[in-house]
């Protein structure tokens, strides 16, 4: 993936998106920091995700990431969860 997240100036966003990304991501946590930090204070990641099961589109079950996964790196880069839809 490139990283276009490094030219984007830091606490300039007010919203980030991850869509259907987690499984391609080398390294999720710097991922993550960069994201935060390119987030205003109080600003908002959303993330969409497949759900780690078999289907006939999307990456296979295994590549994916559970929930418990997922809510594991984002609290241990420092963001906070405000609800699962």
């Known amino acids: 993936m490139e990283n276009n997240v490094k030219n984007v100036p830091d606490s300039s966003c007010d919203t980030a998106l991850l869509c259907t990304v987690s499984h391609k991501l080398e390294k999720p ?30 990456p296979p079950p295994k590549r994916l990431w559970s929930l418990e996964r997922l809510e594991e790196q984002l609290t241990t880069h420092r963001f906070c969860r405000a609800a699962w839809v």
């Open 29 to 58: 946590g710097e991922r993550l920091e960069q994201i935060r930090h390119i987030l205003k204070p109080g600003g908002t990641l959303a993330v969409i995700e497949f759900f780690p099961m078999p289907t006939q589109f999307g």
